[in-house]
């Protein structure tokens, strides 16, 4: 019952060059998904840095995506294969730190997708949904808020 009530929070840094454009072609095009999720668009997928994603969820992320461009069309050349390469490292560290890496999700969508755009973020929607609210950063929050 809690769970149907459960709407998570999804941080998602997207690229600006293909999956912002990608979802500012969604919302053009009508069509509708979820809006419990904030975009914070760079440049570049090579361009995020991983203490991001980390402050996201300390900031009360239940789920982070990260979609930029396909292989072989970003700006910049090489930037996607950089954070690719960084995210499978990166998995490692989160699941160390106490941060179940299977919160963060990846995807790849074209200026053109709009309609994959909707399709990824339901997904990442409905499987963070199952997972339940991330707790872990809950009560020092609480505890700093105090003192604030
Ligand atoms: Fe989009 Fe590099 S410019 S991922």
Not at 6 to 34: H, M, Q
Not at 47 to 56: H, N, S, T
Request: proline share 2%.
């Amino acid at each position: 019952m809690e769970q149907e009530k459960f709407e998570p929070k999804i941080t998602a840094f997207v690229c600006n060059w293909c999956t912002y454009t990608g979802a500012d072609l969604a919302g053009t095009s009508r069509l509708k998904y979820v809006t419990n999720i904030k975009m914070i668009r760079v440049p570049c997928t090579g361009r995020i840095d991983q203490v991001f994603i980390i402050k996201a969820f300390e900031k009360g992320a239940d789920g982070v995506l990260i979609s930029g461009c396909h292989p072989n069309d970003c700006h910049y050349n090489t930037g996607n294969f950089h954070a690719r390469r960084r995210w499978i490292l990166f998995r490692q560290l989160l699941n160390f730190i106490g941060i179940d890496s299977t919160r963060l999700h990846f995807s790849w969508v074209s200026a053109s997708e709009g309609k994959k755009f909707v399709d990824v973020v339901t997904e990442v929607i409905n499987k963070v949904k199952v997972q339940g609210k991330f707790k872990k950063y809950e009560k020092i929050n609480k505890e700093f808020a105090i003192h604030e």
